[in-house]
Antibody
């Protein structure tokens, strides 16, 4: 069974940093493209970014509000996805989900983690 | 960015009755490969989102056949033929024709 478990959320002050992790199991992680999707409290879903598999280049794409502040990386030896978040703003407060990106174009999210809450507040 | 809109934003349905959610995109989601890159997700209360429909009209594995997706270009519809109590939650459409992927604001469905 495919499973994703996020960790690393918590309370951080504006301007601070946090690193989220997503532990994957039940599938071949090194072939997977992975995304982060966030949901502010009581709000809708926002795609944050994704990382391709290393065999497909290993590059990452981001939504404009997080470009230059967030970095997605992967450790295929540990089946783990990371989201390094720097220069955090109050508007980054959200539950962060990791997902597997499936389909021919790797653009549908068929497995989601349970999410981890990030609160940015002074 | 492609802007996604949904109507209505909330919907109260009697069990056994049909329900319909509209989604519109600011540009066509029809790709040159002939596919339409429009997806539907459901987020049940207290749960992570789950994929319902991919590429406009294909039900994901395990999704009941009372759910169907249709539309073309910039106008799309998710229909539930007979709503059941387990269908409550927020439904989101999403486009992947171009980055960044964008979601609609969501339609909250509850039971009368």
């Amino acid at each position: 069974e495919m499973q994703l478990v996020e960790s690393g959320g918590g309370l951080v002050k504006p301007g601070g940093s946090l690193r989220l992790s997503c532990a994957a199991s039940g599938f071949t992680f090194n072939n997977a493209w992975m995304s982060w999707v966030r949901q502010a409290p009581g709000k809708g879903l926002e795609w944050v970014g994704r990382i391709k598999s290393k065999t497909d280049g290993g590059t990452a794409d981001y939504v404009a509000p997080v470009k230059g502040r967030f970095t997605i990386s992967r450790d295929d030896s540990k089946n783990t996805l990371h989201l390094q978040m720097n220069s955090l703003k109050t508007e980054d407060t959200a539950v962060y989900y990791c997902t597997t990106d499936s389909g021919v174009r790797r653009d549908w999210f068929d497995t989601w983690g349970q999410g981890t809450l990030v609160t940015v507040s002074s | 960015d492609v802007v996604m809109t949904q109507t209505p934003l909330s919907l109260s349905v009697t069990p056994g009755q049909p329900a319909s959610i509209s989604c519109k995109s600011s540009q066509s989601l029809l790709h040159s490969d002939g596919k339409t890159y429009l997806y539907w997700y459901l987020q049940k209360p207290g749960q992570s989102p789950q994929l319902l429909i991919y590429e406009l009209s294909n039900r994901f594995s395990g999704v009941p056949d009372r759910f169907s997706g249709s539309g073309s270009g910039t106008d799309f519809t998710l229909e539930i033929s007979r709503v059941e109590a387990e269908d409550v939650g927020v439904y989101y459409c999403m486009q992947t024709i171009q980055l960044p992927f964008t979601f609609g604001p969501g339609t909250k469905v509850d039971i009368k």
